[in-house]
């Protein structure tokens, strides 16, 4: 087991890039990270990195070793989750992505519950706002709202969101409220959005009564934080476009007003996607199952008030 350790140590180092974060993943210190790299490369006789002051890039023989190391763990992996299958009692890790805002709402509440009905499953949660690329960082479920292209990945659709304009009475009262949909153009309001590395929504596509139509919308600043948005939005900066469960309270309390209800924005698919291996994880699939039903009930909950 030792030997199995050292490889899955290197696999993250070389999928992170550097010790502390495959230590942190791991929940090792980046000091038993090291000396697992040590130890593998002294069993194999070659150097597996080029270390620089920031970062580990596996050498030629690293990465000749990275992709037969795994397919090792993918497939053990895998053999795991067949005899967990076949006994009905799945264990081991997951490792669960989602963005801020959902993922503080919906996800992260469920995790100890989850745990509760599973105790035998781990459940690892990051939360980002950035698009994770699941497949190098070692993703097993990632919980996304807004567009999903990714062939390389499966998806199971969990429910379709509305999403609504709003602004802050403050904000409406200074500037104006927008009677038109042309009017959230040419810089005559502040339309404030969510941008990092990676984004593919850089306009706001409204249904109009010649169909959805994309408006070229600009505002003097963005973030990579979705309750950053809502909370600029809060103290009349400016108007954002949000799933409508993300800002229900707010809108039931009268501190944020839907504007351009007759030309909503289009609805943003609320999905899990997962590598295409995924699926045959017993724990995998019950984690979705579970969360599933729990999102749907919650956000049913937050717009009608409960």
Known sequence: MAYLDNIAVFVRVVELGNLSAAGRDMRISPAVASNRIKELEKHLGVRLFNR???QLMPT?????????????????????AAVAAL???????IRVTAPLGLGRRLI????????????????????SDHNVDIMKEGIDVAFR?????????????????????????????????????QELIGKKHDCLMLRYAGAREYVWTLQTPSGPQKFEVHGPYDTD?????????????????KPRFEVEPFIRDRRLKVILPQTPPTPVQFAA????????????????DFMAERCQRLIKDILAGK
């Open 52 to 54: 620089t002051t920031r």
């Open 60 to 80: 030629e023989h690293g990465t000749v070793f990275y992709t037969g190391a795994k397919q090792v763990l993918d497939s053990i992996t895998e053999a795991e």
């Open 87 to 93: 006994s009905g009692q799945p264990r081991g890790t």
């Open 108 to 127: 992260a509440s469920g995790i100890p519950d989850f745990h509760d009905r599973y105790p035998d499953i781990e459940v690892r949660l990051r939360l």
């Open 145 to 181: 709202l807004g567009i999903i292209e990714d062939s390389s990945l499966r998806m199971r659709g969990i429910m379709e969101c509305e999403r609504v304009l709003v602004a802050a009475p403050k904000y409406l009262e200074a500037r104006g409220e927008p009677t038109e949909s």
């Open 225 to 241: 934080d979705g309750d950053v948005l809502t909370g600029w939005a809060l103290s009349g900066r400016g108007i954002i476009n």
């Open 273 to 288: 996607v997962y590598p295409h291996k995924k699926l045959q994880d017993p724990k995998v699939r019950l984690l979705l």
